[in-house]
């Protein structure tokens, strides 16, 4: 009886252990949230997967592939999936430990970790363009901090505050959450915009890793709908330590008129390798950074679905500086929108910031005085002029006329004459209270800009009507 007892003893032990191996380690299966990053030290993303069968939508954070269905392999403690990307796809494979989900996430060489728990998809996974009807269209995104939405080519903005899943409250300025001004919803497919039905616009999106001069770079390529060769522009930083999701207003506007766009986490940032150069456009960083664009527009180039003859640059700020460089040194760069570019140089340009106080109070002397300070010290520091003068290629020039970080008028003064020599086409425009952000405000403050509730009129009809005289939309 005693042996008889301890064999039950010792099969209802192993039974016990079986079961419990079984539910701590089931088929990874419903929604999952949390994050991940790509290569030692790189700045962790959100992520979530839906998993349901043998498929699975993707949600990634921070301008990175924002909704992608793919196929999953989920077994008894394991999870693994492959999101698209060059020059290889990203790969994360997972396993249980406890209530999670824990492993690798790999791109070609590179490796990092991500993990997740239970919970509910990102938001993200509704950002995107959306259609309304009469040839208009809504983009939704996320930048440091908040969500927004983007009216095309009104340019109307407005920061979004979540009131369910899926439901926003529609604040009243790009930064100004209150008072509200409607609601909005954005699904997988379908958005409303107060109360308007809105379509979502099958944009495809990848990730991208791609060789820089100075190390790895990151970043997402995202392909509008259509089939052949379409135009394709590649992103210019301003100052900062800047990620994809900065460019996100451009490139929504580039995705409405049908051109890939592809946006990187600066040098050093994000998942980019390499050293952060800094913020002070010193003449090395201006070059280092000069040559990541230019490796960007080669990498498109090599698509295909670009047409290597229609491959444009844009950027704003201090982009202005690194962009003509990098089209006067890169052949495949084609084309030049630049929004609040200085001509100026870096001294004069930062004498004016100073003197007008950057947007962050009033200037307490008029813009005449100011400038007048600006001419007499005289040209200084990293000088883009030379770069421009060597362009043969069409170039677009926006200002903003109360913008108190680059001196619009001494600007305009420098590119002014070299519009009108004989086979050039550089173009520019000014637009009245447009601040350094090209937002309509009265006084170019920071302040007023978070509580306006649009760019400036014009603006993107501009744009896009510069580039359709030129052929550099899609069909």
């Not at 509910?120 to 809504?138: H, I, K, M, P, S």
């Not at 052949?228 to 506007?253: C, D, K, Q, V, Y």
């Not at 519009?419 to 952000?437: I, M, N, Q």
Request: aromatic fraction near 6%; include cysteine.
């Amino acid at each position: 009886m005693r042996r008889r007892r301890l064999f039950i003893l010792i099969l209802l032990a192993v039974s016990v252990g079986c079961s419990g191996a079984s539910a701590a380690a089931p088929r990874p299966t419903g929604t999952w949230v949390g994050s991940v990053s790509l290569a030692a030290g790189a700045q962790p993303v959100a992520l979530s997967v839906e998993v349901r069968g043998g498929r699975a939508v993707v949600a990634v954070g921070g301008g990175h592939p924002s909704r992608t269905e793919v196929g999953v392999r989920a077994t008894a403690g394991r999870l693994r999936l492959s999101l698209p990307g060059r020059p290889a796809p990203l790969t994360i494979d997972l396993r249980a430990k406890g209530a999670r989900l824990v492993g690798t996430a790999r791109q070609g060489a590179a490796r990092g970790t991500a993990s997740l728990h239970r919970g509910a998809a990102l938001e993200a996974a509704t950002n995107g363009l959306y259609a309304l009807g009469g040839d208009r269209f809504v983009a939704s995104f996320d930048v440091p901090g908040q969500r927004t939405a983007l009216l095309l080519d009104a340019g109307e903005t407005h920061v979004l505050t979540r009131t369910g899943r899926g439901r926003y409250a529609i604040g009243a300025g790009l930064s100004e959450r209150t008072p509200t001004v409607g609601e909005a919803t954005f699904a997988a497919t379908a958005a409303t915009w107060r109360g308007e039905p809105a379509t979502r616009v099958a944009l495809r999106q990848e990730e991208v890793r791609l060789a820089g001069p100075g190390g790895p770079l990151a970043c997402t390529l995202t392909i509008p709908p259509g089939s052949g060769r379409r135009p394709a522009i590649a992103f210019a930083h301003g100052a900062g330590p800047a990620l994809r999701s900065w460019t996100s207003f451009s490139a929504a506007h580039f995705h409405r008129l049908g051109i890939v766009t592809l946006s990187c986490d600066k040098r050093g940032i994000g998942w980019s390798g390499g050293r952060y150069p800094g913020e002070f456009a010193s003449t090395e960083g201006i070059d280092a950074y000069a040559r990541d664009v230019e490796a960007q527009a080669r990498f498109l180039a090599s698509q295909p679905e670009v047409d290597p003859a229609r491959i444009g640059v844009s950027g704003g700020s201090q982009a202005g500086w690194i962009m003509p460089l990098a089209a006067s040194r890169e052949r495949a760069i084609r084309f030049v929108v630049g929004l609040v570019s200085p001509t100026t140089t870096q001294g004069e340009t930062d004498l004016w910031a100073n003197l007008a106080g950057q947007g962050q109070t009033p200037p307490n002397r008029s813009d005449d005085a100011m400038l007048a300070e600006v001419r007499a010290a005289g040209p200084s520091g990293f000088d883009p002029m030379p770069s421009i003068r060597a362009l043969t290629i069409p170039a677009l020039w926006l200002y903003g006329g109360a913008d108190r970080t680059v001196p619009t008028r001494l600007c305009v003064e420098r590119l002014e004459p070299l519009t009108k020599e004989p086979g050039r086409d550089f173009s520019y425009a000014v637009f009245p209270g447009g601040d350094h952000g090209l937002v309509l405000t009265a006084n170019g403050l920071l302040a007023e800009q978070a509580r306006s509730d649009r760019f400036v009129p014009g603006l993107f009809t501009t744009i896009a009507a510069w580039l359709r005289a030129r052929g550099l939309t899609a069909a």
